[in-house]
């Protein structure tokens, strides 16, 4: 019967893993609810620096990312369904693809690689040199210094750069389109709002949510996870660029399976 | 602070299994000065961080001031209730302010005014170092910094992990000026740990002695 012991302690270390994820979560939320006049003053600068390095910074990388996922994929589908007039379908599949899909997934594995990264490292480093017990210690709540402008820039950056993914993903799939075939513009972006709804623009609002707290806070929680040595701190990098990119990858599929399946 | 510290039957283990503390007991009363000495790795400064609820034990429990800290939230239980101070051994600024951020980030997160640590920062002779980070500092300032943190906070409980090292000449003499101003204040609760305690600093401090996992009082000492 001892599969049924490793079974079971699996279940258990998923569930205590789960359990402190939701914690963290709350305790991030949480701060940001009860951050008081005096408190904000504080944390607004470390939030705007998170927004500056995950959105700002991350912008030319993604829209870049974006435009050539565009491009590829209407490549692609012109070359599968040369017979069948793809060039009716450019706006629609771009919308399909890359808007409802592609576009929320890419950005979010490029802020893991860029921002999650980062995070867990930075929160790692701040572990080892007792930062975050100078801030318990001298009362500035670090759920509020630390993980609140964290998870808030993350979500907020996600967003922003699912837009940005998406608007160059549509760009670079029009000059495709354009060159392919000549389609004018009027008749690409009729076919694109035709395509999409208001509904989509939600969904979008709603992945980078649900995506951008799964990525900063396990990035936080990986992070704050260090204790006594400096060769942690890759290994809890690794641990949370797979935990995010899973975690993003399953959330993605469950909305899938609800929405379309 | 009516009540001090009570801590009592903590254990605590390193990463490596290695056993630091085992049902370790210690009471200060309110306005109470100890000295924990020990041998480098005895767990002196681990010590400190869990009856300061900055390290949670794996059993045990500690009050300070009456309000307990574990089991609980350790020292976010304490937050706008009572206020500590606690000078690192090593680190315990942030990397990536400058000093001057690093001195007033206590208060302006508490709605407090940081019109003094300009103030503090010219009496350790820090002024000129202000505007830099951590790093490109050298140990004895960042020590300063740390005194001088706990300075300009008044804390009814402070927590000293040694706190003259890297100390020596006028910058010593600071140090002890301030500890020695901190103890003026007889509500004031004050720990430090150390290899070997300085009586000077703490004048009348009860000694105490961490020796395997256990703390113990040092014979002839106060």
């Given at each position: 019967?001892?599969?049924?012991?490793?079974?079971?302690?699996?279940?258990?270390?998923?569930?205590?893993?789960?359990?402190?994820?939701?914690?963290?979560?709350?305790?991030?939320?949480?701060?940001?609810?009860?951050?008081?006049?005096?408190?904000?003053?504080?944390?607004?600068?470390?939030?705007?620096?998170?927004?500056?390095?995950?959105?700002?910074?991350?912008?030319?990388?993604?829209?870049?990312?974006?435009?050539?996922?565009?491009?590829?994929?209407?490549?692609?589908?012109?070359?599968?369904?040369?017979?069948?007039?793809?060039?009716?379908?450019?706006?629609?599949l771009l919308s399909a693809v890359i808007l409802r899909e592609l576009g929320p997934v890419l950005a979010s594995v490029l802020v893991i690689g860029r921002s999650g990264t980062a995070i867990a490292a930075e929160l790692g480093t701040m572990r080892l040199g007792e930062e975050v017990e100078?801030?318990?210690?001298?009362?500035?709540?670090?759920?509020?210094?630390?993980?609140?402008?964290?998870?808030?820039?993350?979500?907020?950056?996600?967003?922003?750069?699912?837009?940005?993914?998406?608007?160059?993903?549509?760009?670079?799939?029009?000059?495709?389109?354009?060159?392919?075939?000549?389609?004018?513009?009027?008749?690409?972006?009729?076919?694109?709002?035709?395509?999409?709804?208001?509904?989509?623009?939600?969904?979008?609002?709603?992945?980078?949510?649900?995506?951008?707290?799964?990525?900063?806070?396990?990035?936080?929680?990986?992070?704050?996870?260090?204790?006594?040595?400096?060769?942690?701190?890759?290994?809890?990098?690794?641990?949370?660029?797979?935990?995010?990119?899973?975690?993003?990858?399953?959330?993605?599929?469950?909305?899938?399976?609800l929405l379309y399946g | 602070m009516d009540e001090g510290l009570i801590a009592s039957g903590l254990a605590l283990s390193a990463p490596d299994g290695r056993v630091i503390l085992r049902d370790a007991s210690l009471e200060i009363p309110s306005g109470g000065r100890v000295w924990i000495e020990g041998p480098p790795g005895s767990g002196k400064r681990a010590l400190l961080k869990v009856i300061a609820g900055l390290l949670r034990p794996e059993q045990g429990e500690v009050r300070l001031g009456g309000i307990c800290l574990w089991p609980g939230d350790g020292a976010m239980a304490l937050r706008g209730r009572l206020r500590t101070g606690f000078a690192f051994?090593?680190?315990?600024?942030?990397?990536?302010?400058?000093?001057?951020?690093?001195?007033?980030?206590?208060?302006?997160?508490?709605?407090?005014?940081?019109?003094?640590?300009?103030?503090?920062?010219?009496?350790?002779?820090?002024?000129?170092?202000?505007?830099?980070?951590?790093?490109?500092?050298?140990?004895?300032?960042?020590?300063?910094a740390q005194l001088g943190r706990i300075e300009l906070l008044q804390p009814e409980a402070v927590f000293l992990s040694e706190p003259l090292e890297d100390l020596e000449g006028p910058d010593l003499a600071l140090a002890e000026a301030l500890i020695q101003g901190w103890s003026a204040d007889p509500a004031r609760l004050i720990v430090a740990a150390a290899e070997t305690a300085d009586a000077r600093v703490l004048p009348g401090a009860r000694r105490v002695r961490l020796e395997a996992g256990r703390i113990q009082p040092i014979e002839g000492a106060p």
């Open positions: 019967m001892a599969w049924i012991e490793t079974l079971g302690a699996a279940v258990r270390h998923f569930l205590e893993y789960a359990g402190d994820l939701a914690h963290l979560a709350a305790k991030a939320v949480g701060g940001l609810l009860k951050l008081d006049g005096a408190r904000a003053r504080v944390v607004v600068p470390v939030l705007k620096a998170q927004l500056r390095f995950t959105g700002e910074n991350g912008v030319w990388l993604v829209a870049g990312a974006g435009g050539i996922l565009g491009a590829v994929t209407l490549l692609q589908a012109y070359a599968q369904l040369a017979g069948f007039g793809p060039g009716q379908y450019t706006g629609t100078a801030l318990e210690a001298h009362g500035v709540d670090p759920s509020q210094y630390l993980l609140a402008p964290r998870l808030l820039g993350t979500i907020g950056s996600l967003f922003a750069l699912m837009i940005f993914l998406d608007a160059a993903a549509l760009l670079a799939g029009y000059a495709v389109s354009a060159a392919k075939l000549g389609t004018p513009w009027g008749v690409f972006w009729g076919q694109v709002r035709d395509a999409i709804g208001l509904q989509d623009f939600a969904l979008t609002g709603l992945k980078a949510v649900v995506f951008g707290t799964f990525i900063a806070v396990q990035s936080c929680y990986f992070g704050l996870s260090v204790k006594a040595s400096q060769t942690e701190i890759p290994q809890v990098v690794t641990r949370a660029v797979v935990a995010a990119l899973v975690s993003v990858f399953i959330a993605d599929g469950i909305f899938v399976a | 051994a090593q680190g315990g600024l942030l990397s990536n302010q400058t000093l001057r951020d690093n001195l007033s980030l206590p208060l302006r997160f508490a709605g407090r005014s940081a019109v003094e640590v300009e103030g503090v920062l010219d009496r350790l002779g820090l002024s000129e170092m202000a505007d830099l980070r951590p790093h490109a500092l050298g140990a004895r300032a960042r020590k300063l």
